[in-house]
């Protein structure tokens, strides 16, 4: 059998064998392999760093310093907390922590030191292959920070110009969705003007049939009602809500599926009165959206956790299940229009999701690891600027 060890692992296990002259050679060698990393990581146009278990920075690239704002002299001296606490936030640093590691993290998000941008986070736990199951909460992370400030600014221009596309796109999978509804309720019909033809009666097959019909129609109308809220969606109008009354709204429209499927669901609030300023309807849509996929995901007898608390700008909520997760490769599609695991899904939940996020001027993080289960976060910012240009307005 052989030895799992690299040549590295082999030449600093016989440090004690070595004399001056070697042990010099050998150090010379690290710091050229060393410094020829740093400067391939330093020529790279996104932000590295790299985390210890405690969330001290024990790494940074050039690009990462820029990003954060971090002096050569903090490094191994600071960690991520004081220097990015919304970086921080986002990874759950400062908070108690009770699910399952992620394997990967992906984030998009806003941070206002040194200066105002907008980043995506990828963000991957460091798994040693000595750490032991029981201590993955000591766990470093490598991140990787990609200044998306340009694409964001710039989001509303490219969405105008790609609306076109994108209606054709929607228009296309709801003629394919509104087949097969349509052949069912034609088939159906068929069968009932034969049997008034021909004078039978058959009150039981043909109550069946107008049933089958029914049925039909008013799935028809879902697939019609949700395409309209993809292509026709409304201007938010900005309220002062409580995100918990609308959590608990929520929560009672899905009673009869949590007793269906017998789960147990717990509410977990880290404030009173979490109070932002939005749209109660549309925010109660994402809730329901995000909630029927989590109970999707969980087989019957399981669990799924809401938190909600509140950050330096933010409020923010989090449904935790313990299901089936989401495969790596599958991730970055769970907002493209279409786009479902479930054999009834419409495809384009996630999607509405996202723009309502987008026009309330928050974000939506998904954490997931397949087998394991996924954490939706759901942030709002505490005072929408919108919001309150709308108050001024009105009161004007």
């Known amino acids: 059998m052989k030895s799992s060890k690299s040549p590295l692992d082999k030449v600093l296990g016989k440090l004690d064998d070595l004399d001056e002259v070697n042990l010099g050679i050998l150090v010379q060698r690290l710091a050229r392999e060393r410094k020829l990393l740093e400067t391939v990581f330093d020529v790279i146009r996104d932000g590295i760093l790299v985390l210890d278990d405690s969330g001290g920075i024990s790494y940074a690239n050039i690009q990462g310093k820029r990003l954060i704002g971090l002096k050569e002299n903090m490094i191994g001296q600071t960690s991520l907390l004081r220097a990015a606490p919304e970086i921080a936030q986002a990874l759950g640093f400062g908070q108690t922590k009770n699910h399952t590691q992620a394997e990967i993290i992906v984030r998009e998000l806003e941070i206002t030191y040194p200066e105002l941008r907008y980043i995506r986070l990828y963000a991957v736990p460091i798994n040693e ?4 199951q029981s201590q993955h909460d000591k766990i470093g992370f490598a991140l990787i920070l990609t200044d998306i400030t340009k694409a964001k600014v710039s989001l509303d221009k490219r969405i105008e110009s790609e609306k076109v596309s994108s209606i ?10 509104l087949g097969n509804p349509l052949n069912s ?4 019909l068929q069968v009932l003007r034969r049997n008034l033809k021909k004078g039978k009666e058959s009150y039981e097959r043909d109550q069946k049939s107008l049933e089958t019909c029914i049925n039909e129609v008013e799935r028809l109308d879902g697939i019609i009602s949700h395409f309209l809220k993809a292509i026709r969606p409304q201007t938010p109008d900005f309220k002062k809500i409580n995100i918990l009354h609308l959590l608990e709204e929520t929560v009672h429209l899905k009673k009869d599926e949590l007793s269906t499927k017998k789960i147990k669901l717990s509410m977990e609030a880290g404030i009173r009165e979490p109070i932002i300023i939005g749209d109660s309807d549309q925010i109660k849509q994402v809730f329901f959206n995000v909630l029927g996929n989590a109970i999707d995901a969980i087989s019957t007898d ?4 809401i938190l909600s608390g509140r950050e330096d700008r933010f409020v923010f909520v989090k449904f935790i299940d313990h299901g089936s997760g989401i495969d790596k490769e599958n ?3 769970v907002f493209e229009p279409y786009y479902t695991t479930k054999e009834s899904g419409h495809g384009i939940g996630m999607m509405i999701v ?6 309330h001027g928050g974000d939506i993080g998904i954490d ?9 976060t759901l942030r709002f910012p505490r005072n929408s600027p919108r919001g309150k240009l709308l108050e001024s307005n009105l009161n004007a």
């Not at 399981?302 to 956790?305: A, E, F, N, V």
Request: charged share 30%; proline share 0%; net charge positive.
């Open 129 to 132: 292959s000595e750490v032991k």
């Open 168 to 177: 054709m796109d929607l228009a296309a999978g709801v003629a394919h969705e």
């Open 185 to 188: 309720i034609n088939i159906h």
């Open 302 to 305: 399981s669990k799924i956790r």
């Open 331 to 333: 991730l970055s599609k």
């Open 354 to 359: 996202h723009r309502i996020m987008r026009d």
């Open 368 to 376: 997931s690891k397949s087998g394991a289960g996924t954490i939706v």
